[in-house]
């Protein structure tokens, strides 16, 4: 591949509304640092991990909760509500589409599903975008064509001739990094990730058994190539898997999120936990602002989960009262995500009751 010549690229059972928003007024940099996993984080790392001429502080943040019954009902309408529920102007713009597809196991959900992918490419190009491509390198299968031809993706797409790359083998360009919470200094990141005018990251709403939550942060790990970092991208979860996972983010930069929380996954995720229908779409045009939400949806105090306490600093607007709500009653829509133990104490205390 030769010599690593850096680039640039400018670039939350229901709880009541009230719950929901409890401890808004306080930012998430300085709420976290009395919580003891995010103070090990400050205590390993210092004050600033990154360069502040490439991250000016965050403005306000504009957050979309949709309830979403099914797959089927009406989904290309309800993307269209929330992208336009958060101001997404994708007018002329290369977009690429991100979702999270990591494994095929018919018996649970794993993946983005294929109807909302689908349905989200359909969206943006009505909104304009010049052109819609769906990315994606898995993590944990080496073999991206079997993911996405046993996942229903590569068929979707094909009937409505949206084009797929695969992320892992796409060329590639060097990206020195902004950002130091790892030591990589510099990542090599797909041409087609490289070049879109706009990112879209599309997780799915589920829980980690290292991260304690994966969102659209956590899904920008598709972004890096299998063939150079490994499987499943073992340098990254060597270099740290909170830290990698800001300075992946920082480097992607996503524009967008769209979250599929229509049914997610709780428990031993990404892989082996048990679906949740949570009927519910987040959409954001602040992916640090689109987790907090969606984390606190799934009963998370997003304070709590050290990569979005830290990214909350610089990358994206992490404080609930600066972050613009938009949608349908954030509260009423909230499930409590069962998680491991270990992950207990990242969650809101008492907040959420049965479903």
Known sequence: MGSMEPTDRDHAGRMDRRTFLRGAAVGLGLAATSLAGVRVWRERHGSTQWDAAAFPPPGEGRVAVLHAASYDDGLQEKVLDGL??????????????????????????????????????????????????????????RDTQYVMTRSGLLDALREEDVPFVDLNTDALVARRLRTSFTDLGALWLPRSVADADIVVSMPKMKTHHWAGVTLSLKNCFGCVPGRVYGWPKNALHWAGLEEAIVDVAAAVRPDLAIVDGIVGMEGNGPISGTPIASNVLVFGND?????????????????????????????GQGDLGRIRMEGEDDGRLAKDFA?????????????????
């Open 84 to 141: 336009r529920a958060i101001g997404a102007d994708v007018r002329g713009a290369a977009v690429l589409l991100k979702p999270n597809f990591v494994e095929y196991d018919p018996g649970t959900a794993i993946n983005t599903d294929p109807r909302l992918v689908v349905a989200a490419a359909s969206a943006l190009r009505r909104l304009g975008a010049a052109s819609v491509t769906v990315g994606e390198g898995p993590g944990h299968r």
């Open 339 to 355: 998680v491991l133990p270990a992950f207990r104490s990242m969650k809101i205390e008492g907040a959420v009751g049965p479903a």
């Open 287 to 315: 992916p640090v602002a689109t987790d907090v939400v969606a984390a606190k949806l799934m009963g998370f105090d997003p304070t709590r989960v050290p990569h979005l306490a830290e990214a909350g600093r610089f990358l």
